[in-house]
């Protein structure tokens, strides 16, 4: 058997249809399929209706080499792509015995009985046979047309992503992979970062680095044609990072807060944090890295002043004069977390997230971070663009990056960042 | 002219099939249309190629009333949608004379002269028309095949919307929105919810109801075939909520974070949080409310067994007796918030949310919340299925969910809680 050259994607919903979902599936299995050599020719996206999933399946048999197809197969009667397969396949659906008792053991170990309706899902076309679920109810379906595998998986992205991996594994093994390096940054400008980086933009270059942005996040991707370009891949990627030294943080799916994480475990320091305006997101994209209570010991959110100066010390005359959002009660709102909780670094976040509460002179988006630690203190005010949730979001990155530049011994200023504010 | 009932979309795009960018334009431009009771029957995603482009087109026009196309109008020679609607059309590609006047304008406001790769972006098919783009380069383009319209759209979406809007306004400004109501519920699972309200998603149905899980969050979807269905839309939607209370908690976009803030608002009560597993997650829902401030005066994120005694007052021969992760220590947290604060209610996280830390007695994903209240205090035990992310995001939601069911005096358990647990 050779391994399929391309292949055609199928998400079904009629809530992808209404515009009431956004399909990531076919960006998913793209990727995943691009990265073993097997190219998508094409995506459709169709709704919870037999005939038109049958077409759709009959069409993209008829051109690629392998087909996945994602969605309809849970256990209410909209859910109807084990028909369409049926169709396909002209094989009538019969019961899968063996899954049965797969799926009322599932049941039994959360301590509930099996509803009736559950019993749909281990149907399966005679002639296909079902693909194990590990994190779901609804298995999958293999089959193959005249030659051309295909595959059906559920929708829910956690039950898919282990599938598709069992189907890569299957027809995709032994196709070696791609050599792909995505270097991520945060701080610093989309075409700041193209400048810096010119040259090996450039349209006709062996190997062009592409880059995107994406929720404050700029990312580089260097493809490789084929495994033997990986040392090449490898030589860019670390210029693209010198270029773009000290904002670039991770490689590929690395986050911000686990390179954090890893800087502070590697040192033994600690790190409390002391959120206004972020109101606990700080926080909870620290606790987000495995081990974290390693460095982590606990932080407070304070959000009524009432609680600024309770919890951590910060002065009523500061408060009065300076306000809440300002560089003296940022730093010592970072100075009373670290003290509280004694830890090596103190953060702190205060801020006007909107859509209320913004002044001409402090606007929304108008945040202070501030840090503590042994060698002092140290406050930014940014002006964030955007509306409340993505002005928590930049601040929680903004907030992140600082510490990891002062772990690191930088005070790069950081895109959105406010020169000599007081 | 009658408005176009139907309508299909194809998404143009190599780095879309390759899975480095994520089609979003599928939805934007399906809600769009369904608003206006145009429904899309299928979307398409192809690559750079005029064949595929051309073939995807046809489909598109056989099928339905209207036909969107998104993508592909930029300067490169790898934008080559206009060359496949010229094919589509069989009509030769010639140059706009006043776009070209338009073009040079737009570069000389910018202080720079048109490059000559400009000069494809004002090309169309001879029978075609222009549509103005005051956002960027890229015209759009305007026919009609056997009576069927066709527009092409820019691919970046602040280019792509506003002629969208012209779009829509074009061929279906007279259709008044078609009512649609999307009832969300959390603490309740897919199958459960689907029997209770099994009658009315049948599929001979007028109206037939449709449901959805994403994120723990259970969606029913109830949509109008035209105005006149509003009365009907809104009597399903009542049912539905009845047949799912006391866990349905919203309607559309509505979060339920926003709908604990409702009841807190509603009722003058004020709501404090300890965090151990989520780690700042639940504060940083609760303060993702638009005026969160007036019922949240702040919280603690108590990671450390040395800050739950500290921070919150509870005993360390509980801790020692019964773990973290226990009854005890969860409502000594929540009673600690409450009291600290000053709040009305205190709710509290402590679970083991994985990798590691799990035990045979209490495995990854065992999590208990507690509260405390006027009336006293609670807690309950859960097994959350997933891995790290998934734990805690679906302890916010149960917390979330037992808080808004406190208010509301009920106390029904909720999806993946354990009875009878000590």
New interface residues.
């Given amino acids: 058997m050779t391994a399929p050259r391309t292949a055609c994607t199928i998400s079904v919903?009629?809530?992808?249809?209404?515009?009431?979902?956004?399909?990531?599936h076919?960006?998913?299995?793209?990727?995943?399929?691009?990265a073993r050599g097997c190219?998508?020719?094409?995506?459709?996206?169709?709704?919870?209706d037999v005939a038109?999933i049958a077409a759709?399946m009959r069409e993209a048999l008829a051109d690629a080499d392998l087909v996945i197809v994602t969605g309809g197969l849970?256990?209410?009667?909209?859910d109807v792509t084990r028909e369409a397969l049926a169709e396909v396949l002209e094989d009538p659906l019969v019961v899968d015995v063996e899954a049965v008792s797969t799926l009322e053991a599932w049941f039994a170990g959360?301590?509930r009985p099996m509803?009736e309706?559950?019993r749909r899902q281990v149907m399966r076309p005679s002639s296909a046979h079902l693909l194990p679920n590990p994190?779901g109810?609804a298995p999958g379906i293999a089959a193959s047309v005249g030659g051309v595998p295909i595959a059906v998986l559920p929708g829910?992205p956690?039950e898919m992503r282990p599938m598709l991996d069992l189907v890569v594994e299957t027809h995709l093994a032994a196709e070696p992979a791609r050599p792909v390096v995505v270097v991520r940054a945060v701080g610093i400008g989309e075409s700041d970062a193209g400048t810096r980086i010119a040259e090996f933009m450039r349209r006709d270059a062996p190997l062009p680095v592409?880059t995107?942005v994406s929720d404050s996040i700029v990312s580089a991707?260097i493809r490789g044609r084929d495994a033997g370009d990986a040392d090449e891949v490898e030589r860019l990627a670390r210029a693209v990072e010198d270029a773009w030294a000290p904002f670039a943080f991770a490689r590929g799916e690395g986050s911000l807060e686990a390179a954090v994480g890893s800087l502070l475990a590697g040192s033994g320091a600690t790190i409390a944090?002391a959120?206004s305006c972020?109101?606990?997101?700080?926080?909870?994209a620290?606790?987000?890295v495995?081990?974290?209570?390693a460095w982590?010991?606990?932080?407070?959110?304070?959000?009524?002043n009432?609680?600024k100066v309770e919890?951590l010390g910060v002065s009523e005359i500061d408060l009065e004069r300076d306000g809440a959002v300002s560089r003296s009660v940022a730093v010592a709102m970072a100075a009373g977390a670290r003290a509280r909780?004694g830890a090596s670094i103190g953060v702190s976040t205060t801020g006007i997230a909107?859509?209320?509460g913004g002044t001409d002179a402090k606007p929304v988006g108008t945040v202070w971070i501030g840090i503590a630690d042994d060698d002092g203190t140290d406050a930014r005010c940014f002006r964030f663009p955007g509306e409340?949730?993505t002005v928590?979001r930049r601040t929680v990155l903004a907030a992140l990056q600082l510490v990891r530049l002062r772990l690191l011994g930088a005070s790069e200023p950081l895109l959105w960042e406010r020169a000599s504010v007081s």
């Fill in positions: 919903g009629d809530e992808l249809l209404a515009g009431e979902s956004l399909d990531t076919g960006r998913t299995i793209a990727a995943t399929l691009g190219r998508v020719l094409g995506h459709r996206v169709v709704g919870d038109a759709a849970g256990p209410t009667l909209d959360r301590g509803p309706s559950n994190h109810t829910p956690r592409a995107t991707r944090t959120e972020t109101g606990g997101l700080l926080a909870g620290l606790t987000a495995p081990g974290s209570s982590f010991p606990g932080s407070v959110v304070t959000y009524a009432r609680r919890d909780a909107g859509p209320d409340r949730d928590r």
